[in-house]
């Protein structure tokens, strides 16, 4: 039976478990043996990262040709307007190529939400806002590089699902193993 873990990965954490002398890793948080990661989730971003044993299950979450849904919180600098929302979900222009279509709406700060260590900087006047975007790709900092083409540089970015697994109920450091 392969295992799988869910965890919810603190700001400012690798994904991997070897050290690189400047950031925690995944081995101050999870002492199980012969899991790795499914995927990636960068630095500065927070939320679900799945690990597991079973290579098979590592490569069919992680290869976007299985284009398994990715959902994430972002919140952004600025209000989201209809317009932006609009071009996030029909696919957006990058240096690398136009973006797969998303879904893309606003959404109310997500309930229940950690602080962020460190903050996130705040500006009187500047509103922001909190979009769930989600995507069936990966091209590097993806979520960022879109918010910004429309105008709406990323403040904030929490991963919350990944196909049918979700951050539900696990605290930041946290992790729970679940059936495969």
Sequence with gaps: ???????N?????????SRDGMHPTLADY???????????????????????????????????KHKLPKTYWVQVEGAPDEAALQQLSRGVQLKDGITLPAEARLIEEPAGLWPRDP?????????TGWIALTIREGKNRQVRRMTAAVGLPTL?????????????GIAPGEWREEQA
Excluded: N
């Excluded at 990965?9 to 478990?17: A, D, E, L």
């Excluded at 903050?119 to 509103?127: G, L, Y």
């Design 156 to 168: 904030r970015l929490i991963r919350y699902r990944i196909g049918d697994w979700t951050l539900g």
């Design 30 to 64: 999870i002492a199980v043996p012969d899991v790795y990661p499914a995927g990636r989730l960068d630095t500065d971003s927070e939320g679900l990262l799945l690990l597991t044993d079973d290579g098979k299950l590592q490569h069919r979450i992680s290869d976007p």
């Design 1 to 7: 039976m392969s295992r799988i873990l869910l965890f």
């Design 9 to 17: 990965k603190p700001y400012g954490v690798i994904c991997q478990f």
């Design 119 to 127: 903050p996130v900087r705040f500006r009187k006047a500047i509103p």
